[in-house]
């Protein structure tokens, strides 16, 4: 595991969290590839070789792991562990232990089940009622698996060698450790980054990881904490907008743009300057005017099949409104009276809005609530895209809106690197250089092992 404050100076091996407690899964299911060879062992040291083909199910009851290689039981722990025997295995699409199942977009709109592909070690245990699969492998392996999985596997080197630098720079920043307590570096989701595996590797993202190998972004003697999101909307996004803590001298609110570039709305201080940006298209490095929108689909990770993260719009009748809000927000509503925007970030995204309603006892009344994440999870039945959004109504009768429409910008928190933007520049040939500097202005490149 990574040591929290160490700065490592050779490869650091990285545990990743694959099945999470909240998944709750009772099994689990496996498949060895033709190589390498491995073998399994339980927590009691009782060791068994394993062969091409064997497929092995974990079965959880009260407690304990039974396994079964192709259907036959071999025994109970509460522990077990795959390890290969040889380290110097084969890197490769697909290559390594099939995981059946994992869950890809926890919690979000785009949630699926994904068979995935893993090298290095796996570790098999027991949380209260559920199983965990833990992934051990070195973090030059990983990286190359979270560049394809964040990004689809056509996108040119400039964006997979930049995606990797910024990827290594937060992992080994290590200032989250949202999974500790369980043994974990990281999960395998947006929570954390997005890594599934060498489901789709490339020789391409195996070699943007080699060719950065150990670079990271630094500011002064530290490891830039590199946060990253799908789509900043034109304008970055500042850590504190977003998390406790102190402003980062790196991530600050910049058109995400070309050197001198003007736009008449700039900057996002007040709501008609928000909604003239986002009802436009500014040219952006992550709007249309670099990135095809119809093309977007051949550039982002498998499981984004979408296709409009610049600038889109939902719509909600007052019944759907109202029955969204009272189940997201806790509260009795007869009828949603107004949704007002009260403090935004410097990239429009909202930080705080307050929700009028009608109760059901006739009284008006009013929730408010804060974090752009919130938000998020309040305005939509699974996530919306961001907070960056303004919102008309559809007049109904007297004093009660017909319809909502919020009409937004970007696909996540927008602080830092922007991906469809990095996307943008990588098209347009700036070098992988380049685009960190210019999203993590006033850093520095160093090899650190
Ligand atoms: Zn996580
Ligand atoms: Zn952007």
Same mark, same amino acid.
């Given at each position: 595991?990574?040591?929290?404050?160490?700065?490592?100076?050779?490869?650091?091996?990285?545990?990743?969290?694959? /099945?999470?407690?909240?998944?709750?899964?009772?099994?689990?299911?496996?498949?060895?590839?033709?190589?390498?060879?491995?073998?399994?062992?339980?927590?009691?040291?009782?060791?068994?070789? $394993?062969?091409?083909?064997?497929?092995?199910?974990?079965?959880?009851?009260?407690?304990?792991?039974?396994?079964?290689?192709?259907? !036959?039981?071999?025994?109970?722990?509460?522990?077990?562990?795959?390890?290969? #025997?040889?380290?110097?295995? *084969?890197?490769?699409?697909?290559?390594?232990?099939?995981?059946?199942?994992?869950?890809?977009?926890?919690?979000?709109?785009?949630?699926?089940?994904?068979?995935?592909? $893993?090298?290095?070690? #796996?570790?098999?245990?027991?949380?209260?009622?559920?199983?965990?699969?833990?992934?051990?492998?070195?973090?030059?392996?990983?990286?190359?698996?979270?560049?394809?999985?964040?990004?689809?596997?056509?996108?040119?080197?400039?964006?997979?060698?930049?995606?990797?630098?910024?990827?290594?720079?937060?992992?080994?920043?290590?200032?989250?450790?949202?999974?500790?307590?369980?043994?974990?570096?990281?999960?395998?989701?947006?929570?954390?980054?997005?890594?599934?595996?060498?489901?789709?590797?490339?020789?391409?993202?195996?070699?943007?990881?080699?060719?950065?190998?150990?670079?990271?972004?630094?500011?002064?003697?530290?490891?830039?904490?590199?946060?990253?999101?799908?789509?900043?909307?034109?304008?970055?996004?500042?850590?504190?907008?977003?998390?406790?803590?102190?402003?980062?001298?790196?991530?600050?609110?910049?058109?995400?743009?070309?050197?001198?570039?003007?736009?008449?709305?700039?900057?996002?201080?007040?709501?008609?300057?928000? *909604?003239?940006?986002?009802?436009?298209?500014?040219?952006?490095?992550?709007?249309?005017?670099?990135?095809?929108?119809?093309?977007?689909?051949?550039?982002?990770?498998?499981?984004?099949?979408?296709?409009?993260?610049?600038?889109?719009?939902?719509?909600?009748?007052?019944?759907?409104?109202?029955?969204?809000?009272?189940?997201?927000?806790?509260?009795?509503?007869?009828?949603?009276?107004?949704?007002?925007?009260? !403090?935004?970030?410097? %990239?429009?995204?909202?930080?705080?809005?307050?929700?009028?309603?009608?109760?059901?006892?006739?009284?008006?009344?009013?929730?408010?609530?804060?974090?752009?994440?919130?938000?998020?999870?309040?305005?939509?039945?699974?996530?919306?895209? %961001?907070?960056?959004?303004? /919102?008309?109504?559809?007049?109904?009768?007297?004093?009660?809106?017909?319809?909502? /429409? $919020?009409?937004?910008?970007?696909?996540?928190?927008?602080?830092?690197?922007?991906?469809?933007?990095?996307?943008?520049?990588? $098209?347009?040939?700036?070098?992988?250089?380049?685009?960190?500097?210019?999203?993590?202005?006033? %850093?520095?490149?160093?090899?650190?092992?």
């Amino acid at each position: 595991m990574l040591q929290p404050d160490v700065i490592p100076t050779t490869e650091p091996g990285l545990r990743v969290g694959i /099945i999470l407690p909240e998944d709750e899964e009772e099994s689990i299911t496996i498949d060895i590839p033709q190589e390498p060879q491995y073998y399994m062992v339980s927590k009691a040291d009782n060791k068994f070789d $394993l062969v091409s083909n064997d497929r092995i199910e974990f079965h959880l009851s009260e407690s304990v792991i039974s396994v079964f290689i192709n259907t !036959k039981a071999v025994g109970e722990s509460n522990s077990w562990s795959i390890k290969p #025997i040889n380290v110097e295995y *084969r890197i490769g699409n697909k290559a390594g232990i099939k995981v059946k199942n994992v869950i890809s977009g926890r919690d979000f709109h785009w949630k699926k089940f994904l068979d995935v592909y $893993l090298l290095g070690c #796996i570790e098999i245990k027991c949380v209260g009622k559920s199983l965990i699969l833990i992934n051990e492998l070195p973090i030059e392996q990983y990286l190359m698996c979270v560049a394809t999985s964040e990004m689809g596997a056509a996108c040119p080197e400039a964006l997979i060698e930049s995606q990797t630098i910024v990827a290594r720079s937060w992992m080994l920043a290590n200032v989250e450790m949202k999974h500790r307590a369980l043994g974990m570096d990281v999960c395998n989701d947006d929570c954390c980054q997005r890594y599934q595996g060498t489901t789709h590797l490339t020789e391409q993202s195996i070699k943007g990881a080699l060719n950065t190998s150990g670079k990271v972004l630094m500011y002064g003697d530290n490891i830039c904490d590199a946060r990253y999101s799908k789509s900043c909307g034109g304008v970055m996004e500042t850590f504190e907008n977003v998390w406790e803590g102190e402003p980062l001298p790196y991530l600050q609110a910049i058109p995400d743009a070309p050197d001198g570039f003007i736009y008449n709305a700039l900057p996002l201080n007040s709501e008609e300057s928000v *909604r003239k940006w986002i009802e436009n298209s500014p040219k952006t490095f992550c709007s249309p005017a670099f990135v095809y929108e119809k093309d977007l689909k051949n550039y982002l990770g498998n499981v984004d099949e979408e296709g409009e993260y610049f600038r889109w719009n939902f719509r909600y009748t007052q019944k759907e409104i109202t029955a969204l809000l009272n189940l997201k927000l806790d509260i009795d509503a007869a009828a949603i009276l107004a949704i007002r925007p009260v !403090k935004r970030g410097y %990239s429009g995204r909202l930080i705080k809005v307050q929700v009028d309603y009608r109760h059901i006892d006739g009284q008006q009344e009013s929730v408010i609530m804060e974090d752009q994440y919130v938000i998020r999870q309040t305005f939509h039945e699974l996530f919306l895209y %961001s907070s960056a959004f303004v /919102i008309d109504i559809e007049k109904g009768i007297e004093d009660i809106p017909e319809a909502f /429409i $919020l009409k937004g910008a970007g696909w996540g928190h927008g602080v830092g690197y922007c991906q469809i933007g990095a996307l943008g520049m990588s $098209l347009k040939g700036f070098i992988a250089e380049d685009i960190v500097y210019h999203y993590y202005p006033g %850093s520095t490149l160093k090899k650190i092992y």
